[in-house]
């Protein structure tokens, strides 16, 4: 049994910071790669940010420069720091890890950037 706690989310002013936590635990030592999805309103899933069991980094390209992912695989945690938000970074951020053939997603919270 795989279980992934997000936390993290809230709301923030256009230009701030917020930093998301993804803790699995389970049987889930070393996953191939852990990363971020987000969802905004109307909008599909889309892919965030992603690292890999050996470092390698993805970004998608409307958030190269502002956001950054980062693991602990101590602890079996993944990190996306949020820097700069935009009002467009406004969506249900949720995390997923895959090992294996798996696919394993967190409940999902909620990040609202607004004046």
């Known amino acids: 049994q795989v279980q992934l706690v997000e936390s993290g989310g809230g709301l923030v002013q256009p230009g701030g910071a917020l930093r998301l936590s993804c803790a699995a635990s389970g049987s889930i030592f070393s996953p191939n790669s852990m990363g971020w999805y987000r969802q905004a309103p109307g909008k599909q899933r889309e892919l965030v940010a992603r690292?890999?069991?050996?470092?390698?980094?993805y970004y998608v390209d409307s958030v190269k420069g502002r956001f950054t992912i980062s693991r602990d695989n101590a602890k079996n945690t993944v990190y996306l720091q949020m820097n700069s938000l935009k009002p467009e970074d406004t969506a249900v951020y949720y995390c997923?890890?895959?090992?294996?053939?798996?696919?394993?997603w967190g409940q999902g919270t909620q990040v609202t950037v607004s004046s």
């Open positions: 997923n890890v895959v090992k294996g053939a798996i696919d394993y």
């Open positions: 690292i890999f069991s050996g470092g390698l980094t």
